[in-house]
């Protein structure tokens, strides 16, 4: 046989054989890489700036995801009203969210508070410090700002309160988040104005000494950590033990303190926000 007869064979062979031991490393290597943790979404109702929200979350879900094994996605919406959407088209696997849009995801989606914090949610109204406005019927047919429609302390209770107690009627003006509130008083814009005292202590101090409060609401439990029931059982539980365990972690007191859930506990829908379904707050949601 010709010397260059069975060049082309042993050619046809070799790359063969480099295609094989490709094949192998690649199959290894595959199988040598660790497979990606279940991922979930977490949406924060935006009662506080974007930034703020990212700070005071952020550390803690990379510290859950340690925990747990569980990757959790902050997710941010330009603000309440979209939050809203988000929460009653079932998006969030886990939201963070105000009472009253637990009520409201819970008959939509199934939506179910794992944990709140302890201390009870009030609702504030408040007035320019140097506002001549004494009492709440002085608020009577004047422009009063609230964070949205449906924001529950801020908004739903005040708005209820005014009108079912005090009788009083007035022009809402709907500023979109917290801080547009506050700032709508304080530039003369709007007479008075809803907030609740997490979102007003997390102002600078110039803002809280030009401000006043004028009318506290009754106290009601506040904003749940809550899961969408398509979430698993054990990661549901899974993330609310790591967050009860994180919580007395001093490295992260005060990422708690500004969401605000510094000292969260076991939340339960039937005791926790079923009785706010017997105030007919749909009356006032707009």
Do not use: C
């Not at 062979?13 to 290894?28: D, E, I, P, S, Y």
């Not at 997390?202 to 904003?223: D, I, N, Q, W, Y």
């Not at 005060?254 to 859930?261: C, G, K, L, N, T």
């Not at 339960?268 to 706010?276: E, N, Q, S, T």
């Amino acid at each position: 046989m010709p010397f260059g007869s069975w060049l082309p064979l042993d050619r046809n062979k070799a790359l063969a054989g480099m295609a094989g031991l490709l094949l192998l490393l690649t199959a290894g290597a595959a199988k040598a890489a660790p497979p990606s943790p279940p991922s979930y979404s977490l949406y924060v109702v935006p009662q506080f700036q974007a930034a703020d929200i990212q700070s005071s979350w952020g550390p803690i879900l990379e510290r859950v995801q340690q925990e747990t094994g569980l990757r959790l996605t902050l997710k941010l919406s330009r603000d309440i009203p979209a939050f809203e959407a988000d929460l009653n088209s079932g998006k969030a696997d886990f939201a963070y969210m105000n009472p009253f849009h637990q009520v409201q995801a819970h008959a939509s989606q199934g939506y179910t508070p794992l944990l709140r914090d302890s201390k009870p949610l009030v609702g504030l109204l408040l007035v320019r410090k140097d506002s001549a406005i004494k009492s709440v019927q002085d608020l009577q047919g004047k422009v009063l700002a609230f964070p949205a429609p449906n924001a529950l302390g801020a908004s739903l209770l005040i708005r209820a309160e005014l009108s079912e107690h005090y009788r009083v009627s007035f022009q809402p003006f709907f500023a979109k988040t917290h801080a547009n509130t506050y700032r709508q008083i304080l530039l003369g814009k709007a007479l008075a104005g809803g907030g609740i005292r997490s979102t007003l202590d997390g102002e600078s101090e110039e803002v809280r000494a030009a401000l006043r409060v004028l009318m506290e609401t009754p106290p009601t439990a506040p904003h749940p950590l809550s899961a969408h029931p398509r979430v698993p059982q054990a990661a549901q539980q899974a993330v609310a033990g790591a967050l009860l365990k994180l919580a007395n972690d001093a490295t992260l007191k005060a990422q708690f303190e500004d969401i605000p859930m510094p000292k969260p506990t076991r939340a339960d829908y039937a005791r926790d926000y079923a009785p706010l379904e017997k105030l007919h707050l749909e009356r006032y949601v707009e």
